[in-house]
């Protein structure tokens, strides 16, 4: 997404135009140093979520492993409370950890919340220290103060092979409390070569929707009915499961756009996150490959906006709107708020089958790839079919339509609203047909069959990333950047909420590439506004620091990508990029994934590199 039109052309503006383009991959990268042959992929960290009592944890006092009132657990009702006394004081928490021999990669990660009575925006006066022996890992202060739980990543991967003791250790000043609280501890090893042991405890796993759903006359209110079955792929029983709503974010719970009645094959909870997650009591907890089958009444009503879930007057775009499943990691429930200012998204790839009955006076570009048939009384059925995609999205209305296809194949389609010029509809057919081969060349073949583009310049937010389907203004370099994300958040799934840079920066650097730019002295426009300013922010942060998102995500975050490829040579950065994306095609990526992928492809040691770009994770 490019949060507005304004941002989207900024956004470039880091960027030096380019004399020629980048090179493709061509002979293999130089070899980092070679990793031991056994590993066995191991999370370490036992209790990590304190639900178990407070064994092994060693801890200054027995308050700090509680569940208390004051503050809440990221996952459970367990947790780790240090400091919050407003006076001189020390909390410690700690545990002993063996990380195998013979992993490349070894990743510690854990959710923080911090809050302060400290007032001040310059001086940290409260301390967090996370230690691996004598090792100091990271360290947060009053300064870094989030409203919610952030996850934290720090690479550990040099501590292979040692027994270490893992320890935080929080001190308060003479005044003015700051609670450190932390929450679902874990440390991941893995080979290096395949995605960490984490990837086996993401669930509910291999989703496949069915959806049935009637439009009224005017395409803005849907009604029918969606199923959805799904595996449990992690060791731990699944006991429940949520539904995000996302786009109830665009009403209140009195006034919900997207309701959720009628529920089978599970008891229906309570709505929380401002009514966008529903619980969905199992009845009874599936063991690790059972499925399971839900159902549900399902009604959309799409308010009036240029949104990505809105109507433009006679057109709608309805993105967001079919309830999704919830993912559940090592790290617990992701259940993080809607975000306005970019994404929140988390999903796993899924099979969908979405009918939309609708007015024939319609056209209804959709995710994935679709055939009309008629339906009855002057109706239209549109039957669209995708797999392995991690949302459905679609629009209906009086749309004018073009197609053609790409030099590689691709079946591409634009549909524009009324006032969109035909030579503006054609530029942008061409714009799509040339940005889609560029991408599958450098990263992969597109799998998704069509490519819809649906564009409208009253689009606030200049656009917006489905897969298999984009909205967009009439822009090269925003419709470009669109599709780049089919690659980085489509195929290579992230954590949106957690990792926007994963999706945003790579397909800002994607897009480069596609248009010919070098990023030549990018970085030197580099100016950060605070300490606290990481390109490998989360959401949380960037919401309450939303003037910088663009600036630091966007531009900054393709800038560290640029200096990373001359680093590395373009060859090598290049066959990078394609073997990362092939090692977790259909998955989910992480920074340090991503970090130990980019070591392994250099003999140059990455730490400071990683340090002076603020990638941390």
Not at 156 to 174: I, P, Y
Request: hydrophobic share 35%.
């Amino acid at each position: 997404m490019r949060p507005t039109p304004h941002k989207a052309l900024g956004a470039g503006a880091l960027t030096v135009a380019a004399v020629a383009a980048l090179v493709l991959p061509g002979t293999p990268a130089t070899a980092g140093p070679a990793t031991a042959a056994a590993c066995t992929p191991a999370q370490v960290v036992t209790n990590g979520g304190f639900e178990s009592g407070t064994s092994p944890w060693t801890a200054s006092s027995s308050t700090v492993i509680t569940s208390r009132s004051g503050q809440t657990a990221h996952g459970g009702s367990s947790y780790a409370w240090l400091d919050g006394v407003g006076s001189t004081h020390t909390d410690t928490l700690g545990q002993s950890v063996t990380i195998p021999s013979g992993c490349g990669s070894a990743t510690l990660t854990f959710w923080l919340h911090i809050d302060t009575a400290e007032t001040t925006s310059s001086t940290a006066y409260d301390k967090l220290t996370a230690k691996l022996g004598s090792a100091t890992l990271a360290t947060y202060s009053n300064l870094d103060k989030n409203t919610g739980y952030v996850k934290k990543s720090v690479d550990v991967s040099s501590f292979a092979g040692q027994t270490v003791n893992l320890s935080f250790t929080g001190t308060e000043d003479s005044s003015l409390q700051t609670s450190f609280v932390l929450d679902d501890i874990a440390l991941d090893t893995s080979d290096g070569t395949t995605p960490p042991s984490t990837d086996s405890t993401r669930t509910p796993a291999t989703p496949s929707y069915t959806v049935n759903l009637s439009s009224d006359t005017s395409g803005t209110v849907w009604t029918g009915r969606e199923s959805v079955t799904f595996t449990n792929a992690s060791a731990t029983a699944l006991g429940e499961v949520y539904l995000r709503l996302w786009d109830n974010y665009h009403g209140s719970c009195d006034a919900m756009p997207v309701t959720v009645r009628n529920v089978t094959g599970g008891t229906a909870g309570a709505l929380s996150v401002a009514c966008t997650a529903l619980k969905i009591d199992l009845p009874s907890p599936l063991a690790q490959g059972q499925s399971a089958t839900l159902g549900f009444d399902l009604g959309i009503t799409v308010p009036s906006g240029a949104d990505r879930f809105g109507h433009d007057g006679a057109f709608s775009f309805v993105g967001n709107a079919l309830p999704l499943l919830a993912v559940r990691d090592s790290a617990g429930w992701h259940l993080d708020p809607y975000t306005n200012n970019g994404e929140s998204f988390y999903s796993l790839a899924a099979d969908f089958k979405v009918t939309l009955d609708h007015p024939a006076s319609l056209l209804v570009p959709a995710t994935g790839t679709s055939t009309d048939t008629p339906g009855s009384s002057g109706r239209t059925v549109t039957t669209a079919t995708a797999s392995k995609v991690r949302d459905f999205a679609w629009a209906a209305g009086p749309f004018t339509k073009i197609s053609g296809t790409s030099a590689a194949g691709v079946p591409v389609n634009v549909y524009s609203v009324s006032g969109i010029s035909s030579s503006s509809a054609q530029s942008m057919l061409s714009t799509a047909k040339t940005a889609v081969d560029a991408h599958a060349a450098r990263f992969g073949a597109y799998p998704y069959g069509e490519l819809d583009a649906v564009i409208d310049n009253n689009y606030w937010f200049g656009g917006m990333e489905y897969p298999g389907f984009v909205l967009d203004l009439v822009s090269t370099t925003a419709l470009t950047h669109e599709i780049g994300h089919q690659w980085w958040y489509g195929i290579v799934g992230d954590d949106e909420y957690t990792s926007p840079w994963l999706d945003e920066s790579f397909t800002d650097y994607a897009t480069d590439l596609a248009l010919g730019r070098t990023g030549s002295n990018c970085w030197s426009s580099v100016s950060w506004a605070s300490g606290a300013e990481k390109i490998t922010n989360s959401m949380a942060y960037w919401d309450a620091h939303s003037s910088r998102y663009s600036t630091v995500v966007y531009g900054y975050g393709k800038c560290a990508l640029h200096d990373l490829r001359r680093v590395l040579g373009d060859t090598a950065m290049a066959k990078l990029l394609k073997d990362y994306a092939s090692a977790h095609w259909y998955g989910v990526s992480t920074t340090a994934e991503f970090k130990a992928a980019a070591q392994a492809a250099t003999s140059t040691d990455l730490t400071s590199f990683w340090t002076q770009h603020r990638i941390e994770g």
